[in-house]
C-alpha cells in the first residue's frame, strides 16, 4: 500500500461524495428540483426547470466519477464547469470568505479537481485496475478548458434564454 495512493483515494472520496450529495439534494431536499429550479431563475439561470436537472444530474455524475476514478478527466472537467457557474452566479460579488457567500469555497474545490486531475486518481480507480493513464498537465489542461467552455457556455445560453422570455 503506498501512502500516496490512498491520500489519492481520501480527496477523490470526499470530493466526490460531497458534489454528489449536493445534486442528490437538488433533486430529494427541500422544496425537490420546483425549489431548485425556483432558486435558479432567482440567480439568473433561466429556465430553472433545465437549470435545476442538469445541475443535479452533473453534480452526482461528477461526483460519482471522481469518487471512483473513472474517466478522470470528465470529472474534473465537470467539477470545473461546475464550480465555475456557481462561482459566477451565487457567489459572485460577495467577496472571498463562504461565510459571506463569497467564492472561497468554489474556487478550492475547482482548483483541487484540477490538480487532482493532473496528479491522477491513483492505483486505487477504475481507471487504473482498466490500465488507463489518463492524468498529467495535459489531462489537467483539457479538464480546465473543456469545463470553463461548458460553464460559460451554459451561461451564455442561460442568458439568451432570459433575454428571450424578457422579450416574449
Request: hydrophobic letters at 55%.
Amino acid at each position: 500500500m503506498h501512502a500516496a495512493d490512498l491520500g489519492l483515494l481520501v480527496m477523490r472520496a470526499g470530493l466526490g461524495v460531497m458534489l454528489l450529495i449536493h445534486g442528490a439534494n437538488k433533486m430529494l431536499g427541500p422544496g425537490g428540483l420546483t425549489g431548485t429550479a425556483r432558486w435558479f431563475e432567482s440567480v439568473g439561470l433561466r429556465p430553472g426547470w433545465l437549470h435545476a436537472r442538469l445541475a443535479a444530474a452533473f453534480e452526482i455524475g461528477s461526483g460519482l466519477l471522481m469518487a471512483v476514478g473513472f474517466l478522470f478527466p470528465a470529472a474534473g472537467a465537470g467539477f470545473v464547469g461546475l464550480m465555475l457557474v456557481a462561482g459566477l452566479t451565487d457567489h459572485r460579488g460577495k467577496g472571498f470568505f463562504v461565510f459571506k457567500g463569497g467564492w472561497e469555497y468554489v474556487s478550492l474545490v475547482g482548483l483541487m479537481s484540477a490538480a487532482l486531475v493532473a496528479v491522477g486518481p491513483g492505483a486505487w480507480s477504475v481507471d487504473r485496475a482498466n490500465g488507463w493513464h489518463l492524468e498529467g498537465l495535459a489531462w489537467a489542461g483539457c479538464a480546465v478548458v473543456v469545463g470553463a467552455v461548458a460553464g460559460l457556455g451554459l451561461l451564455a445560453g442561460s442568458k439568451a434564454a432570459g433575454q428571450t422570455a424578457a422579450t416574449d
